[in-house]
């Protein structure tokens, strides 16, 4: 992390093309950005909240690349996150703010569809118009200029949907999530392929299975979240 700050002018006139440079060397992108209003009790000074999180092809060897990974303490991936979401917030003027490390918890489902680049998908999981249901956040930025993306078409407009039926275990639906009947699953034979390379109807959605995440990032993720059972 730079100990030089950018000026008050320099941090009012960011752009998306140079905050995505930021953001490329630690394989990050930008999800969506929406401007707060009176009702989301923010400070004056944030113009945009910006949505970050992996960028593939890559994201995963360069996330088990780094210290935080390699040191054998918890919660490496939130570790990682904290420093380098944090660090870009400091040079940049602004705050970070995490999905993680409540309670309490930022309303990231909400932050989300506020964006325009994010949707409520058929089976209520959040959709993304180019990472689909393999959509994570890592952490947003509180920034001090106004950033801005062009609007994306929802792409469940336009799919055949096959995320309502993907499901083997009848637990993710249009009529929401059973996450205990999803355990049960997960402890059986048959939900290994899920544990090993991420959830069916994550895979199922036609985005997804356009964007580069490796079956080894979706198995860490599956892991937490059935560990957490």
Same mark, same amino acid.
């Given at each position: =992390? ?18 995505? /440079? ?19 009790? =923010? ?6 909240? #910006? ?18 990974? /390699? ?7 939130? @570790?990682?996150?904290? &420093? #380098? !979401?944090?660090?870009? /917030? *400091? ?18 489902? @909400?932050?989300? +569809? ?9 089976? @209520? ?7 689909? +249901? ?6 947003? +930025?509180?920034? &001090?200029?106004? !950033? ?10 336009? *799919?055949?949907?096959?995320? +309502?039926?993907? *499901? ?33 109807? &994550? @895979?199922? *959605?036609?985005?997804?299975? /356009? ?10 993720? =599956? ?7």
């Amino acid at each position: =992390m730079s100990n030089d700050k950018p000026s008050q002018s320099q941090h009012r006139t960011l752009t998306l093309a140079g905050l995505q /440079a930021r953001l490329a060397p630690h394989f990050l992108q930008v999800l969506g950005s929406f401007q707060p209003d009176a009702n989301d009790d =923010m400070p004056e000074w944030v113009a945009s909240v #910006v949505m970050l999180g992996p960028a593939e092809p890559g994201f995963w060897p360069h996330l088990t690349s780094q210290s935080e990974w /390699a040191d054998g303490q918890p919660d490496p991936l939130d @570790r990682w996150s904290r &420093r #380098v !979401i944090g660090g870009l /917030a *400091c040079d940049l003027g602004g705050k970070a703010w995490f999905p993680f490390g409540g309670p309490p918890y930022h309303p990231y489902y @909400r932050w989300a +569809l506020r964006t325009g680049q994010v949707w409520e998908s058929p089976v @209520r999981l959040l959709v993304h118009a180019t990472q689909g +249901l393999m959509v994570s956040f890592r952490g947003a +930025l509180a920034l &001090r200029s106004q !950033i801005d993306l062009p609007a994306s078409p929802k792409p469940c407009d336009t *799919c055949a949907r096959p995320c +309502l039926s993907a *499901c083997p275990a009848g637990a993710l639906t249009g009529a929401g999530y059973d996450v205990p009947s999803c355990h049960d699953f997960l402890n059986q034979p048959q939900g290994a392929d899920c544990l090993s390379s991420g959830c069916h109807v &994550r @895979r199922a *959605c036609p985005v997804s299975q /356009a964007y580069a995440r490796l079956p080894e990032q979706s198995a860490y993720h =599956m892991s937490r979240f059935h560990k957490a059972e």
